[in-house]
C-alpha cells in the first residue's frame, strides 16, 4: 500500500520551483496529508518530516522493480526518502550536509551557489511542499539504499 502511494506521486514537475513561486503563478500544489500520514504510522512516528518524493520518472529511469522487492525491501527504500523529525525547507539548507532517514541511512544533501539541491546526487525538481508539519521536495531520480534480504 505504501509503494502505491508512493508511486502515487504523479506530476509533471516543471525546473526546480518552491510553493511560494507556483502561488505566485497561480498553481495549487498537490496536496500529500493522506501520504504524509501513511508514512508517519508506518515508518516514522512523528509527522514532522522532510521527504524526498522521486517523481514517476525517476522510478521508470531506476529499473527497479517494485513488484521484485520484498515487503521488508520495499519497506527500506521508502524510508530512505523520509528525514524524520524536522520538515526542512530548501532555504534553510547548508551547502552541504549529511542527514540521517528514518532507513537508518544518510542522504548528502548539497545545494550549489545557484540554489539548486541535490540528495545523492538526484536533483531537486520542485522543493517546499507543505504538508501540515511536513516538507515534501520532488527528486527526479529513485534513491536506493543498500538492501538487506528478508
Known sequence: MLAAMLVALVLVVSPVATQAQRKEKGQRSPQLYTLV??????????DTLTLFAPTDAAFSRSGVSLEDLTPAQLKQVLAYHVVPGAGVLSSALSKQQMVPTAQGGNLNVRKDANGVVT?????????????????VHFIDQLLVPLLVSA
Open 119 to 135: 540528495v545523492n546526487g538526484a536533483k531537486v525538481v520542485y522543493a517546499d511542499m507543505i504538508q501540515g508539519k511536513a516538507v
Open 37 to 46: 500520514g501513511a508514512l508517519t504510522k508506518a515508518l516514522v512516528g512523528t
